[in-house]
């Protein structure tokens, strides 16, 4: 039938019907395909696409058997036609469309997927290959049908069967190659979109390695390589906020550094030093020294504390409670009224938290050679004769600072002579190995001995380095300060 009907009657009807679904894909790729995320746009206007030309395909068939009168069978040859040419001309139109927003992809939001949506690279190399050869082997079975039903209507001892059957082969290779050149068009077209894809990826991984945190992998499709992307974009995102952290983290170490006194207040008769070694970038140890006016003359006060824990919340802490300190201590008051004062005024910043602060402040006149000093459940003082004589320690008994608002100090008193005064937290001694425990008082008693004839500064030097030999170079885990004063 389709044979005895005139050619450009039947390409004129089969180009109406290819216009009318062309200007029917327009309208629906305005209304269902863009509005999409762009993610979802490719799948959809891919079935949108084999679904237009499927309509078109009918519309063909019934067209010719409604009007002249074809068989069905003749109108289902179409359909099946149109589909097949549709399956490859989807394709290619959505891989086309995928190209271009991925080249476009930098304009686009970046972020995870919707889940909903998921469509996996395996699940549509599949799909794709098996609609492919269902609808390459229904081609080749029809077209060999139709070979066959076309053979036996031949007069075969006219033409010959070695013609006939060359026609036929020719005919089949012809599809078959058809076929296999628009695969082959579909497989490089889906392996650019691929290459394209691993491009955005490794580039934007590459930068990361370098250090560049400035952009993001574009999450254009809803496969595999969005879900990759995706979480990408949320490890820069969170290498971004750690890096803003760790700048925050350094301003603030610096301003914690700047708070600690920098050199030794001159007064005759005295020469001291204070150093911190911090187990984060801040910390909760502090020292302090300041020359104030006493009743009998210029006197020296030492403060050492430990606040509770570690980090930022432990140095804002600490920077209230030096302040506290340092503005009450400027007024003249006593170091009992200091403390009592300190601990009222911190209590209610830490009663909820469970932190307090543990101080031991120290005043010294040259004048008269007192010493007075207050323990907040600070370890004690020592203080060592330059004549050699007993170590004398130096403890107070009352609790730290923030516990009891309402808890009144003791101040302690008495005369020393020449000698080396020394002061520390916790994190020197308790500094340990695990073979041989802790660095302990004792042994750094004997440190202390051994070198006291050197200067503060490289006493204090030479303690970091024992406490670092003996702890093998491991992790610190506690705060280490130590602060020493030469008596003359």
């Known amino acids: ?165 060359r026609s036929v082969v020719l005919e089949v290779l012809f599809v078959m190659g058809v076929l296999l050149v628009l695969t082959m068009l579909l497989v490089f077209s889906y392996a650019r979109n691929l290459n394209i894809l691993f491009e955005n990826q490794t580039n934007v991984l590459e930068r990361v390695s370098q250090g560049r945190l400035d952009r993001k992998v574009p999450v254009v499709t809803n496969d595999e390589f969005a879900v990759i992307a995706g979480h990408t974009n949320a490890m820069i995102d969170r290498l971004v906020e750690r890096e803003r952290m760790v700048h925050g983290l350094e301003l603030a170490r610096q301003i914690q550094a700047n708070l600690l006194p920098s050199a030794s207040p001159f007064l005759p008769g005295v020469q001291i030093y204070g150093a911190s070694i911090f187990c984060e970038e801040t910390g909760g140890d502090f020292y302090d020294f300041i020359v104030r006016d006493g009743c009998e003359g210029a006197e020296l006060v030492i403060t050492v504390g430990d606040v509770t824990g570690h980090g930022v919340g432990a140095a804002l802490l600490m920077a ?66 330059r004549d050699g004589g007993m170590t004398r320690i130096l403890a107070g008994r009352d609790i730290p600072l923030g516990v009891d608002p309402d808890w009144s100090y003791t101040e302690f008193s008495e005369q020393l002579g020449s000698g080396l005064l020394f002061m520390g937290t916790d994190g020197v001694w308790e500094a340990g190995d695990e073979e041989k425990g802790m660095f302990g008082k004792e042994r750094l ?38 602060v020493i004063a030469r008596l003359a």
């Open 1 to 165: 039938m389709v044979d005895a009907l005139p050619v450009w009657k039947f390409f004129s009807v089969l180009g109406a019907h290819l216009i009318g679904a062309l200007l029917l894909r327009r309208l629906l790729v305005n209304s269902l395909v863009r509005p999409l995320p762009v993610q979802r746009q490719s799948t959809r206007l891919l079935f949108l696409d084999f679904a237009v030309f499927v309509a078109a395909g009918l519309g063909v068939g019934v067209y010719h058997n409604v009007v002249w009168g074809f068989p069905v069978s003749s109108g289902l040859e179409i359909t099946i036609g149109f589909a097949t040419i549709g399956l490859f001309a989807a394709l290619d139109l959505s891989l086309e469309w995928e190209y271009r927003i991925i080249k476009q992809a930098h304009f686009f939001e970046q972020g995870l997927p919707d889940a909903k949506a998921f469509f996996p690279q395996t699940r549509r190399f599949a799909l794709l290959a098996s609609g492919i050869i269902i609808f390459v082997t229904i081609v080749l079975l029809l077209l060999l049908v139709r070979d066959i039903s076309w053979l036996k209507a031949q007069d075969q001892a006219a033409l010959g069967l070695s013609i006939l059957l």
């Open 320 to 385: 209230s409670v030096r302040a506290y300190m340092k503005a009450l201590l400027l007024q003249s008051l006593t170091l009992a009224e200091v403390m009592s004062r300190t601990s009222a005024l911190i209590h209610s910043d830490v009663n909820s938290s469970g932190n307090f602060v543990t101080v031991f402040m120290l005043s010294f006149c040259p004048a008269t050679r007192r010493a007075a000093w207050v323990g907040a459940g600070h370890d004690p003082a020592w203080f060592l004769p």
């Open 445 to 482: 008693l004997q440190i202390v001995r051994r070198n006291a004839q050197e200067s503060p500064q490289d006493l204090s030097a030479r303690i970091f380095e024992e406490v670092e030999a003996f702890t093998k170079g491991g992790r610190i885990e506690d705060d280490r300060t130590v």
